[in-house]
């Protein structure tokens, strides 16, 4: 009996340390555990679709997918590559993205960088969203992009690529499709041309197969450009100036367009590219007048045409008392086509005064950071305030 004292004393001492002290200790649950994302196959993954892409081998890529439509898409994406002369092409897995799910599939963020040869002076570099689903056994690749990462149009899926000399086009779409845009920005390069001689071409235009693949392909909020025709930016999203800047178009709102009207938007995108507008430190008002300017210049159109609506503008409210700024170019702001007729006929009103080697060298000089009084005052011998004012008394004549 005193043994038996003893072991039920001693069992009772450490239950007692235990609760007192806050023990780790646990009781095995039993049971499986929660499925593990398995990295080191889709690093593997990753770097057989790298290949791919280098070797232009599309039955290589195709074979990595996890269902036939993956498939296809992998396969496109091979293509795509090859018609886009990518160069530079990297996969790396960064960390997975979520949890697994019970079948085993999972997302990863994965690094990613390229280039198109010939056009992309400097080498992409995003993070993309990589999707990984079990097939039988096997990890597969079951798409790319989603979430809220940007989303590469050419990594999504197949796309149509048309390529020329100076420019190239990328469209979710039809072979007639793709050549309409093709033709575009063939003609919107000499058009730019005609005001910045310097320009040696190089614009690549992207067009989604609707306005919710502009958002992924931007990583946007949705509806973010809903009544924006095409947008200008760098690839990456970022301010530097080194980051290549592509044409991104928004079917929902530029396909309805006439082929007059379609052919100013692509000239004045392309004139953003032209002076890697995406990341100017000139004030709106300018970057946005001088795009319209140089697409409209090529244009046979009277300025009751193409100022339409800051015309019906002033007739009702009178003219604005200043230059728009940023918060009026917004996606969705009031009066938003009228503002851009209004900086036009402000850049319109420069090269009217000084010519149009005056308006570029003022527009190069506002790019680079300089005061807008100087300039002014050096390219056309106005102040800010005689500027405004000269703009304002034209705005009120085309009212009459």
């Given at each position: 009996?005193?043994?038996?004292?003893?072991?039920?004393?001693?069992?009772?001492?450490?239950?007692?340390?235990?609760?007192?002290?806050g023990?780790?200790?646990?009781?095995?649950?039993?049971?499986?555990?929660?499925?593990?994302?398995?990295?080191?196959?889709?690093?593997?993954?990753?770097?057989?679709?790298?290949?791919?892409?280098?070797?232009h081998?599309?039955?290589?890529?195709?074979?990595?997918?996890?269902?036939?439509?993956?498939?296809?898409?992998l396969?496109?994406?091979?293509?795509?590559g090859?018609?886009?002369?990518?160069?530079?092409?990297?996969?790396?897995?960064?960390?997975t993205?979520?949890a697994?799910?019970?079948?085993?599939?999972?997302?990863?963020?994965?690094?990613?960088?390229?280039?198109?040869?010939?056009?992309?002076?400097?080498?992409?570099?995003?993070?993309?969203?990589?999707?990984?689903?079990?097939?039988?056994?096997?990890?597969?690749?079951?798409g790319?992009?989603?979430?809220?990462?940007?989303?590469?149009?050419?990594?999504?899926?197949?796309?149509?690529?048309r390529?020329?000399?100076?420019?190239?086009?990328?469209?979710?779409?039809?072979?007639a499709?793709?050549?309409?845009?093709?033709?575009?920005?063939?003609?919107?390069?000499?058009?730019?041309?005609?005001?910045?001689?310097?320009?040696?071409?190089?614009?690549?235009?992207?067009?989604?197969?609707?306005?919710?693949?502009?958002?992924?392909?931007?990583?946007a909020?949705?509806?973010?450009?809903?009544?924006?025709?095409?947008?200008?930016?760098?690839?990456?999203?970022?301010?530097?100036?080194?980051?290549?800047?592509?044409?991104?178009?928004?079917?929902?709102?530029?396909?309805?367009?006439?082929?007059?009207?379609?052919q100013?938007?692509i000239?004045?995108?392309?004139?953003?590219?032209?002076?890697?507008?995406?990341?100017?430190?000139?004030?709106?008002?300018?970057?946005?007048?001088?795009?319209?300017?140089?697409?409209?210049?090529?244009?046979?159109?009277?300025v009751?045409?193409?100022?339409?609506?800051?015309?019906?503008?002033?007739?009702?409210?009178?003219?604005?008392?200043?230059?728009?700024?940023?918060?009026?170019?917004?996606?969705?702001?009031?009066?938003?086509e009228a503002?851009?007729?209004?900086?036009?006929?402000?850049?319109?009103?420069?090269?009217?005064?000084?010519?149009?080697?005056?308006?570029?060298?003022?527009?190069?000089?506002?790019?680079?950071?300089?005061?807008?009084?100087?300039?002014?005052q050096?390219?056309?011998?106005?102040t800010?305030?005689?500027?405004?004012?000269?703009?304002?008394?034209?705005?009120?004549?085309?009212?009459?």
């Amino acid at each position: 009996m005193v043994g038996l004292s003893l072991f039920l004393a001693v069992v009772i001492g450490v239950v007692v340390w235990l609760t007192q002290h806050g023990s780790t200790y646990d009781a095995p649950l039993g049971g499986h555990q929660a499925p593990q994302a398995d990295q080191a196959a889709a690093t593997s993954l990753l770097d057989r679709l790298e290949s791919a892409v280098r070797r232009h081998d599309a039955a290589a890529g195709s074979r990595l997918g996890a269902s036939p439509a993956a498939r296809a898409d992998l396969g496109g994406v091979v293509r795509n590559g090859r018609a886009l002369h990518v160069a530079d092409f990297t996969l790396r897995y960064v960390d997975t993205d979520g949890a697994v799910r019970k079948g085993g599939s999972w997302a990863a963020d994965v690094d990613t960088m390229w280039r198109f040869a010939g056009f992309d002076r400097q080498i992409e570099h995003l993070e993309v969203r990589v999707r990984f689903a079990r097939a039988g056994d096997d990890l597969r690749i079951a798409g790319i992009g989603g979430g809220d990462r940007r989303s590469p149009l050419w990594l999504a899926g197949p796309v149509q690529v048309r390529r020329s000399a100076q420019s190239m086009v990328l469209v979710d779409g039809s072979a007639a499709r793709a050549d309409a845009f093709a033709a575009l920005a063939r003609r919107a390069v000499p058009q730019v041309r005609r005001v910045l001689p310097r320009w040696s071409g190089g614009l690549v235009v992207e067009v989604p197969a609707s306005q919710r693949g502009l958002d992924a392909a931007l990583g946007a909020d949705r509806g973010q450009y809903a009544g924006i025709a095409a947008v200008t930016t760098t690839v990456d999203g970022s301010r530097s100036r080194r980051s290549p800047s592509h044409v991104f178009v928004n079917p929902k709102v530029f396909e309805p367009l006439r082929p007059q009207g379609a052919q100013v938007v692509i000239t004045h995108e392309a004139t953003h590219v032209a002076t890697a507008a995406a990341t100017s430190k000139a004030p709106i008002w300018l970057v946005e007048g001088f795009a319209d300017y140089v697409a409209l210049n090529s244009q046979r159109l009277p300025v009751s045409t193409t100022a339409a609506r800051i015309i019906a503008v002033v007739r009702r409210q009178g003219p604005p008392r200043r230059l728009p700024s940023s918060a009026e170019f917004a996606a969705g702001a009031e009066h938003l086509e009228a503002r851009y007729e209004s900086a036009w006929l402000a850049c319109r009103l420069l090269a009217q005064d000084g010519g149009v080697r005056a308006l570029v060298a003022f527009y190069r000089a506002m790019d680079g950071g300089a005061a807008l009084g100087p300039e002014l005052q050096r390219h056309f011998g106005l102040t800010p305030a005689t500027f405004t004012k000269e703009w304002r008394h034209l705005l009120s004549d085309l009212t009459s």
